[in-house]
């Protein structure tokens, strides 16, 4: 036994197998060959990751050492050099990819770019040129807050292509958060937009920059480039702001790519924890470049005729590794889209599909649930039929949410790709691959060849089959962060001291529960703070939210902990209602009961709450720690700045619909 027991009590059965000619077809096409790669990678990481770094990546100069792990510290390819925009972009120039769409862009009120890779690298050596222009150089660090244009992408290649990192702040941030991050950095520099167009409305970029920079909230920021998008009225601080539609036309289209060092510092990327400040993340050049180029060619088994698209924004890590980085490395097409579904036009997304053919479709279940509640009628007026491959990350999909996906937009034709992974590991760390691994909905299956995943117990001791246990990392990846900028401490404490190192063997925290089964599926049971502890039994939240969900009048839930003295904890549910069920006390007992037939009474919540809409933070995550405060009755404690939308919380105060 483990010494914690998140007991999986969700029994999820079906196998569903890689259709025969897409298996065929792809770069990893069987489970022989994904198991002769695993066994390869295992017995000498070092010696695959530079197999593939050498065939995969174009070098400066060679490498002099392949890895040097003196925990919690890696190196990858250290005496290396080269340039991450390079391997995006110039080795292109001279194939027939010149020519080829490196971005077909699509804006909110329906503008539409394509950028080729030959377009695409004039004006990123345009934009490094001014960047240069403004007092920037190698080793600076500049912020970026912009909307999803393909300035966003063309700010982040222009950095790197100059040795500046870059700090991607999400547009939905506020200003305050923004300041934030821009102190910890120390940007020198930021480049942002005058607005962009989201949910039918401008939001106003500019001046959220002027009020986080204002009163010199952040004196290392001597410049502010200002992208024109929304046209809006902005304000223009004279020898601070720079318009870039100005300097645009007279900057120099050629900018040679910056050698850097395999170590040296390409993005920082700011991420919450559980306590405390948002942490910067640390990415550097080489090992993430390779890594986020070689699972996005295995796991979405990308080829020349894809069209890819990830619906992602560029403010989060999947944006970075799999719009920007992944893509362009592969010499892809990929799709940018600046809109998100809407209630002026809530089937946007298949309209993108069907227009520019999408094959490759990556999303999150928080999108795949709210599209369920939106009907069928809208995905099935639209041709799908050009997708062939489905991707899913950042939360634990329930199977339901899974099925719906894989019958109404895969048309039981398209693999499902969950993926797990996190800001930390910069790339999918398990994942199934297309043409190999049979899928099991609501499991991320397997880990990518290279990738140690074990679930363990405190000690470091593995945990049985189907037994709970937390999530490790038992080796260094290329991709994994390298320390939280300007704080080692707690790079150590929050990743490589939860469970001490025992004879050599360091483990990197991830923070998700986990299960694995028999056939060595991992099952991800949420963050280990979202488990729930009810007399003696470790619950997932996420198996009794997808017992809820899969009751027909249930659109989606979010299950918590309140403190009981009987239990330990006792589970509540928050409900939100699909649009014909309505709120009753006989709806409340017969989703506990359904509850109860689905998982066991062990599960069985203590109190239903119906509500509106839940509390999510702007990248769609259920912000359970409000809904934990609620639950219990207590203030709303700690930092809400995070909330996509205030009121959700008011109406929640204020109790459910159906005792209203
Ligand atoms: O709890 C896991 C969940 O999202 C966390 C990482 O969040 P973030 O750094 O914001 O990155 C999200 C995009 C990579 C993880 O610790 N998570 C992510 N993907 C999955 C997932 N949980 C279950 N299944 C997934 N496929």
Redesign the pocket.
């Known amino acids: 036994m483990t010494d914690i027991t998140i007991e999986s009590v969700l029994q999820e059965n079906r196998t569903f197998a890689p259709p025969t000619a897409l298996a065929q077809a792809a770069h990893v096409s069987s489970m022989a060959q994904y198991e002769e790669l695993y066994e390869k990678a295992k017995a000498d990481p070092a010696g695959f990751w530079a197999e593939l770094a050498e065939q995969e990546l174009d070098w400066f100069k060679p490498w002099d050492k392949v890895l040097d792990w003196q925990p919690p510290f890696a190196k990858w390819f250290e005496g290396g050099k080269l340039n991450i925009t390079y391997n995006c972009l110039d080795r292109h120039l001279t194939t027939w990819r010149k020519n080829k769409a490196a971005f077909i862009w699509e804006g909110e009120p329906g503008d539409s770019v394509t950028l080729t890779y030959a377009q695409l690298h004039r004006q990123v050596c345009k934009m490094a040129n001014v960047l240069k222009d403004m007092g920037v150089s190698k080793g600076d660090r500049v912020g970026i807050y912009m909307p999803m244009i393909p300035e966003a992408a063309i700010a982040m290649l222009a950095c790197a292509r100059i040795g500046a990192a870059h700090s991607v702040v999400f547009g939905g941030f506020s200003a305050e958060a923004l300041r934030d991050r821009l102190v910890d950095a120390k940007a020198k520099a930021v480049i942002t937009a005058d607005g962009g167009f989201r949910k039918d409305k401008v939001v106003h970029l500019k001046d959220a920059v002027d009020q986080a920079l204002a009163d010199n909230a952040v004196p290392s920021v001597q410049k502010v480039l200002v992208v024109q998008r929304t046209k809006s009225e902005v304000t223009m601080a004279a020898g601070r702001d720079i318009w870039w539609h100005e300097v645009e036309p007279d900057a120099a289209a050629d900018c040679p790519a910056e050698p850097m060092d395999s170590e040296d510092l390409l993005f920082i990327l700011y ?1 919450s924890g559980s306590t405390g400040k948002p942490k910067g ?1 640390v990415h550097t050049t080489a090992g993430y470049n390779l890594y986020t180029h070689m699972t996005l060619k295995w796991a979405f088994d990308l080829k020349d005729t894809d069209v890819y698209w990830c619906t ?1 924004d560029v403010g ?3 944006g970075h590794s799999y719009i920007v980085y992944g893509p362009l490395s592969n010499g892809a097409t990929a799709v940018m889209y600046e809109g998100v579904p809407r209630p002026s036009n809530p089937g946007c997304f298949w309209d993108v599909v069907e227009k520019y053919g999408v094959t490759i479709f990556y999303t ?2 928080t999108a795949i649930r709210a599209f369920i509640k939106m009907g069928n009628d809208l995905p099935n007026a639209r041709d799908l039929s050009s997708l062939r491959i489905l991707g ?6 329930n199977p339901e949410a899974w099925i719906w996906y894989h019958k109404v937009i895969g048309k039981e034709r398209c693999p499902i790709v ?8 910069g790339g999918f760390m ?2 199934p691959l297309p043409g190999a691994t049979p899928t099991k909905p609501g499991s ?1 299956t397997k880990p990518f060849p290279g990738i140690l995943a074990d679930v363990v117990d405190m000690n470091g001791k593995p945990a049985g089959d189907d037994e709970g246990g937390y ?1 490790v990392i038992k080796h260094p990846w290329p991709s994994m962060l390298r320390t939280v900028y300007g704080d080692e401490d707690r790079f150590r404490k929050t990743y490589w001291e939860q469970i001490e190192p025992k004879d050599g063997q360091y483990f990197y925290f ?3 529960g986990a299960r694995r089964d028999k056939d060595g599926y991992f099952w ?1 049971m ?2 280990v703070d979202d488990v729930i502890n009810v007399s003696g039994h470790r619950l997932g939240t ?1 198996e009794i939210e997808s017992a809820l969900v899969s009751h027909p009048a249930v659109a989606e839930s979010a299950v918590v902990g309140r403190p009981d003295d009987l239990k330990g904890e006792d589970i509540v549910a928050f409900v939100t209602l699909e649009g014909g069920a309505t709120a009753s006390e006989d709806l409340k007992a017969e989703l506990k009961q359904h509850v109860v037939n689905e998982i066991g009474a062990i599960a069985r919540p203590g109190e239903i709450r119906f509500a509106e809409a839940l509390p999510k933070t702007r ?1 769609g ?1 259920i912000m359970r720690r409000l809904l934990r405060n609620l639950a219990s009755g207590a203030e709303i404690a700690g930092d809400t700045s995070t909330l996509e939308d205030r009121t959700v919380l008011d109406k929640l105060r204020q109790g459910d619909p159906e005792s209203a």
């Open positions: 991420t993340v992602a989060w890590i999947t999150a279940p899913t990350v950042g939360e634990p999909i969950d993926t797990w992974w996190q800001t930390e590991t398990l994942t991320a999530l991830a923070g998700d991800i949420g963050r996420m990248s995550k």
